[in-house]
C-alpha cells in the first residue's frame, strides 16, 4: 500500500514570497490533516480536513496560510507571504475514519514524510 | 485538553527491554491513550494505542495503570532502529464533528537513545 506523499520535500523561500505544498493521501482516507513541526517541538495540528469539508482549523493563521481539498483526495497548504518563523517542517498524515458500531475506527494516522521550509 | 507529562531523553542497550513512562493524571473518562513515535528526519508513526486495558501489538505492549493516571510503553527488545523520539499523547474518544476523530496535541516527547 503506497503512503502519503508529498512534495517538495524541501523549499528555500525569502520572506514575502508565497509557497504551496501539495499532499496526496492513502487512498480511501477520509480525514486528511497538515501539521507544523518547529525544530525541537512536537508537530502541531494547523488543519483537519475531513473528505472535503474542515474540521479543525483553530490552530491555521488564516491571515497568511489556506489549505483546501478539492474532491476529498489532495490537499495544498499555502503560505502567502512567509515569514522567517514559518520555517519548519510540514507534514501531511490521514486517517480512514469510519463507524462501526457506533464507534470511530481506524483512526491511526499515518504521516507522510514532510516537507522541510526555510524561510530567509 | 488533557496533558502528558514525559521525560526528555532516556538511554536503552540493544536487544534489552524499554520502559517509556508517560504521566497524565488530568485524564478524563473518554481519553484514549495514544502511543507515536519519530524516527530521524521521517513523519511520526502509530505505535500503539488504549483506553483502560493493557495492550500488545507487533511493535510494542502498552501497561495502563489501574487509575489511568499514568502508561508505560514496552519495547521489549531495543534494536537501533527504535531510536526516535516517542510521544505519548491523549485523544478525546468523546463525541466528534461528522464521524471525524478528536485531533492529537503532541508534546515534545521522550528521545530515546539506544547503544549497540
Known amino acids: 500500500e503506497a503512503g502519503v506523499a508529498q512534495s517538495p520535500r524541501y523549499k528555500i523561500i525569502e520572506k514575502r514570497q508565497s509557497v504551496a505544498f501539495w499532499c496526496n493521501p492513502i487512498?480511501?482516507?477520509?480525514?486528511l490533516y497538515w501539521y507544523q513541526q518547529i525544530l525541537g517541538q512536537g508537530p502541531k495540528l494547523l488543519i483537519q480536513?475531513?473528505?472535503?469539508?474542515?474540521?479543525?482549523d483553530s490552530q491555521l493563521p488564516k491571515d497568511r496560510f489556506s489549505a483546501e481539498r478539492l474532491k476529498g483526495v489532495d490537499s495544498t497548504l499555502k503560505i502567502q507571504p512567509a515569514k522567517l518563523e514559518d520555517s519548519a517542517v510540514y507534514l501531511c498524515a490521514s486517517s480512514l475514519n469510519f463507524q462501526l458500531a457506533g464507534e470511530i475506527r481506524g483512526y491511526e494516522q499515518y504521516f507522510g514524510p514532510g516537507t522541510r521550509l526555510t524561510v530567509t | 485538553d488533557a496533558k502528558t507529562t514525559q521525560p526528555n531523553s532516556m538511554e536503552s542497550n540493544e536487544e534489552e527491554p524499554v520502559h517509556l513512562p508517560c504521566n497524565h493524571s488530568?485524564?478524563?473518562?473518554?481519553?484514549?491513550i495514544h502511543w507515536y513515535r519519530q524516527l530521524p528526519s521521517q513523519g511520526p508513526e502509530y505505535v500503539i494505542h488504549?483506553?483502560?486495558s493493557n495492550v500488545n501489538n507487533r511493535m510494542a505492549s502498552l501497561a495502563i495503570a489501574e487509575d489511568r493516571k499514568s502508561s508505560t510503553l514496552i519495547l521489549h527488545r531495543a534494536t537501533l532502529r527504535d531510536a526516535a523520539v516517542y510521544y505519548c499523547i491523549l485523544r478525546d474518544g468523546g463525541p466528534t464533528y461528522g464521524g471525524a476523530t478528536n485531533k492529537l496535541i503532541f508534546g515534545t516527547g521522550t528521545l530515546l537513545a539506544v547503544q549497540p
Open positions: 480536513f475531513q473528505n472535503n469539508g474542515v474540521v479543525d
Open positions: 488530568t485524564i478524563s473518562g473518554t481519553d484514549y
Open positions: 488504549g483506553l483502560t
Open positions: 487512498s480511501g482516507h477520509a480525514t
